[in-house]
């Protein structure tokens, strides 16, 4: 019998998607825990016993955790790790860092399913496939590719990366060897990382934004990132350009990319907005330049058992005494 005792803490109805029998089997084998004891944020920790929380080693969290702050921390005393199988800790309060608790993240899982449809939007925007699709269902005839399609096709198109890490980074190696033009902007991308990836490294937004066919977002959403697509960069951006956003929808100045949109000088590939969901009647629906999904990007349906995997491997490593193959250093 496992001597480590662990909670769930996540949006219940998640479970079975992240975790199925085998995996739950598995962390039952390892740990103490209780699969149909879940704790979320809609019921918070205050209907939990004290008893039940200062006897907690470990917690498996993932979309949908309680807030864990001071206080919280404070009632989990025997709390040794955090198990995180979504991509960001923000839930946790860095109190548990100075305590010394570590905190795994499967932001790294999580990221695979995004560069995924990220080179995939990139492909199909830069062979105009949406406009094309519209064109061929709106007029019902032959499409002469060569003259109406001149400029369309992934070869020799630059792309423009806004964001050199994880996502961006795996986006980077997918399209490296495809004969394409890859600048990024990051200002933490050092000159040396820069040549190892093999990008040219563009230090203004507005010169990315100007030089690139399709600008692909890849940055975090934080104060200094928002609204860093401004309109000067969107102007920036030369006719007949792609935006592409799987990262936020806060990153962009929403409403200069619709003027622009209206225009129909430029392209849209948006999986976020700001806010979400639209509000109802917003033109981002309805513009015929724009191809809009509902947040699809970030691991979906079957994918969130490889996020369910990956945190069960750090459950493994931490019950052996292993450190995390991937902590963050704050939540």
Avoid: C
Avoid at 221 to 234: E, F, K, N
């Amino acid at each position: 019998m496992p001597t480590m005792k662990a909670a769930f803490a996540m949006t219940p109805e998640l479970l079975p998607f992240v975790f199925g029998d085998d995996e739950v089997r598995r962390l039952q084998q390892l740990v103490d825990l209780d699969p149909r004891r879940v704790l979320n944020a809609d019921a918070g920790l205050q209907d939990i016993e004290e008893e039940e929380l200062a006897a907690i080693n470990l917690l498996i969290t993932g979309w949908g955790a309680p807030p864990i702050g001071p206080k919280q921390l404070a009632m989990m005393p025997a709390l040794r790790g955090v198990v995180h199988w979504g991509g960001g800790g923000g839930f946790l309060d860095e109190v548990a860092t100075a305590r010394g608790i570590p905190v795994s993240t499967a932001r790294a899982a999580n990221a695979l399913p995004v560069a995924e449809f990220t080179i995939a939007m990139i492909t199909l925007a830069a062979k105009d496939a949406f406009w094309a699709s519209r064109l061929y269902r709106r007029e019902q005839r032959q499409i002469d590719r060569e003259a109406e399609l001149p400029h369309t096709g992934l070869y020799g198109t630059t792309i423009g990366l806004v964001g050199a890490s994880t996502i961006g980074r795996l986006v980077i190696e997918q399209l490296q060897g495809r004969d394409v033009e890859l600048l990024v902007y990051d200002p933490y991308l050092t000159d040396a990382d820069a040549a190892h990836l093999g990008v040219e490294t563009v230090r203004d937004l507005e010169d990315l934004a100007r030089r690139s066919t399709v600008l692909s977002l890849h940055a975090p959403a934080m104060p200094q990132t928002d609204g860093m697509i401004s309109r000067a960069v969107l102007a920036a951006m030369p006719d007949g350009a792609t935006l592409v956003n799987t990262a936020r929808g806060s990153l962009v100045d929403q409403d200069a990319l619709v003027e622009e949109l209206a225009e129909g000088r430029l392209g849209a590939i948006l999986d976020v907005t700001d806010p979400e969901v639209l509000p109802e009647g917003h033109p981002l629906y309805t513009l015929a330049n724009v191809f809009l999904t509902p947040h699809l990007a970030g691991s979906t349906g079957t994918e969130l058992r490889r996020l369910g995997r990956a945190a069960l491997a750090e459950v493994e490593r931490f019950v052996a005494g292993a450190p995390f193959e991937y902590p963050i250093t704050s939540p």
